[in-house]
């Protein structure tokens, strides 16, 4: 084993003793949690593509590499772990439960960073299960009956979500009797792997959990919630979703997922009061955007290098940005300087000109412009305009951030460090990123800076005429959660339906029992007449001769009546 493939292993093994040592001893220095990410983030940087490890032992043969997909995802996921848990050590300086959240949180690190460098579906299944299942103690940290609530309903769509994965996987494994990362070529496994990943992305009708569980948790673990854990569900589909042959088709219906969740998260979420509600749903839009990249990348198949390399640049702009939002949630109410420094990311994710929104936005124009059957025409209309929403998402955001009661105490240091290098991260990584480096061109060319500027002008007007136009308009938010409402009645109505069929079924149940009652008595009396005539019938001549002497004693009976 050599020393950088070796650097592949602690990329989970480090955070995952720190995890064992929080549960030995508590009180252990919350300072060893930021460093808890250290050696993923120099894995990322140091270790060449195409290394691979195997580890025949572990479980049915452990598989760790490092290539392109992972290289990307590991750097970002990383770094924002780093600059999330070093946030976390202000942050919770005075709460009693920080050893419980930390153990929660290196658990969630060491799944979420697992997964990137696992080549084989046991190991990616099992650090994603580790991931989702220890992210509960995140959600539900604060004890609260609004976390509570979150937690449940986010451990709910984390079981349904493990259940079809496992399904998913396991039919992969008994068609190609192998444990490697293969694409699903069947439909139906396919079908349940996406449903299952994009639970955990947050595409549209399977996003509910989000807007619930971010406001819920601390905002550290907001911050890697959004911006990193989400992101697992897309690693997903890169990994197991075939861009080849029949599923290639599968393009066009992520397109138009995409589509929707973009539309749909910035429509909702621009009626929310709560910041971190509106970030929330901010996520949701954004994953429909990265969701049509997705849908690109299976239309034009593997060969097509633009379509991939878009899905990466825009996961990793939406994590740094959105771990720097969040983040800054922090600094509400401490000076209208945080608020400003806000703007950065804000304008990044609304594609502004010379920001990594910008670079993000034209390697997807890049990745659209080869797709067949009008879906180029189609995207150049609508993507704008979605940059039109995020901008108004932005905005709402801003405005709550702004209007925030001040602060009665300043955040420590060490929270202000974590927040501007992620800052410096969000204005820099993406143009100094090896594969960006087309995409950064075209987001200089004239024609590219006046599509990124124009969506960002509109949805500024729109936000600043906003407040008169909700004043004449009678309108209450949805509450968070959306969907939720909609499932709510669905399973009322359920519940009445199978009220009623009950009631029908005891009915008939009951009429049942009573026609039953009643054929037994019938029986019952059938019985005994049959058992009487068989008694006439074996006296045939007893019986005989007294029906005949009651014959004649009627018959003289009548005829002294009548004499």
């Known amino acids: 084993m050599t020393a950088l493939a070796a650097l592949l292993i602690l990329t989970w093994l480090y955070p995952l003793a ?13 300072w060893l949690v930021a460093s808890a990410a250290g050696p993923a983030l120099v894995a990322a940087l140091a270790t060449p593509k195409g290394t691979a490890l195997e580890l025949p032992w572990v479980l049915l043969g452990a598989r760790y590499g490092m290539d392109e997909v992972a290289q990307t995802f590991l750097f970002f996921t990383a770094l924002l772990w780093l600059l999330a848990a070093l946030f976390g050590v202000g942050y919770l300086a005075k709460d009693n439960k920080r050893w419980r959240y930390s153990i929660y949180f290196l658990l969630a690190m060491t799944g979420n960073l697992g997964l990137i460098v696992a080549q084989d579906m046991g190991s990616f299944y099992t650090w994603y299960a580790l991931m989702s299942f220890a992210s509960y103690g995140l959600v539900v940290h604060n004890g609260d009956e609004e976390a509570r609530t979150a937690a ?76 990193a854990m989400i992101k697992a569900g897309v690693l997903g589909w890169l990994r197991f979703l075939n861009p080849v042959g029949a599923l290639g088709e599968w393009g066009g219906f992520l397109i138009g997922v995409g589509l929707v969740t973009a539309f749909y998260g910035a429509l909702i979420g621009v009626t929310q009061r709560n910041a971190k509600t509106v970030l929330a749903y901010s996520s949701i839009s954004q994953i429909g955007l990265i969701t049509v990249a997705c849908g690109a990348w299976l239309l034009t198949g593997r060969t097509d290098q633009a379509a991939l390399t878009a899905v990466l640049l825009y996961v990793m702009h939406h994590g740094l940005a959105k771990g720097a939002l969040f983040l800054g949630v922090g600094f509400a109410g401490v000076n209208r300087a945080a608020v400003a420094a806000l703007l950065l990311p804000a304008l990044a994710l609304a594609g502004f000109p010379l920001t990594s929104g910008a670079v993000a936005k034209a390697a997807l124009k890049a990745a659209t412009a080869t797709l067949p059957d009008g879906w180029p025409a189609l995207l150049n209309g609508l993507l704008p305009l979605a940059a039109v929403g995020t901008t108004l998402l932005m905005a709402r955001f801003l405005w709550l951030m702004a209007t925030t009661a001040p602060q009665a105490k300043r955040p420590p240091k060490v929270m202000w460090g974590a927040w501007l290098a992620l800052l ?125 002497g009651l014959t004649l004693a009627l018959l003289w009976m009548v005829g002294a009546a009548i004499g």
């Not at 720190?18 to 919350?30: D, E, F, I």
């Not at 139906?188 to 509910?208: E, W, Y």
């Not at 007007?461 to 906003?466: E, G, I, P, T």
């Open 424 to 548: 410096v991260g969000v204005a820099s990584v993406l143009f100094v990123w090896p594969s960006a480096g087309s995409a950064v061109r075209d987001a200089f060319k004239p024609d590219s800076l006046w599509v990124a500027t124009w969506p960002v002008l509109v949805g500024a007007l729109a936000a600043a005429v906003a407040p008169w136009v909700a004043r004449s308009i009678p309108w209450s938010p949805l509450p968070a959660g959306d969907a939720l409402v909609l499932y709510a009645a669905a399973a009322v109505r359920l519940s009445q339906a199978l009220r009623v069929a009950q009631n029908s079924i005891e009915g008939s149940e009951r009429r049942l029992v009573a026609a039953f009652s009643m054929w037994r008595r019938q029986v019952a009396a059938a019985d005994l007449a049959a058992s009487w005539e068989l008694r006439l019938r074996s006296n045939w001549l007893l019986v005989g001769g007294a029906l005949l």
């Open 152 to 227: 449940r309903v986010y451990i709910i769509l984390v079981m349904i979500g493990e259940v079809l994965l496992f399904a998913g996987l396991a039919m992969l494994f008994i068609a190609s009797n192998s444990l490697a990362l293969d694409p699903a070529a069947d439909p139906l496994a396919a079908a349940l792997i996406f449903a299952s990943f994009g639970v955990k992305a947050g595409v549209v009708l399977l996003h509910v959990w989000l807007p619930l569980a971010h406001p819920a948790a601390p905002i550290p673990a907001s911050a890697v919630l959004s911006g």
């Open 18 to 30: 720190l995890a064992v040592a929080y549960m030995v001893r508590p009180r252990t220095s919350p």
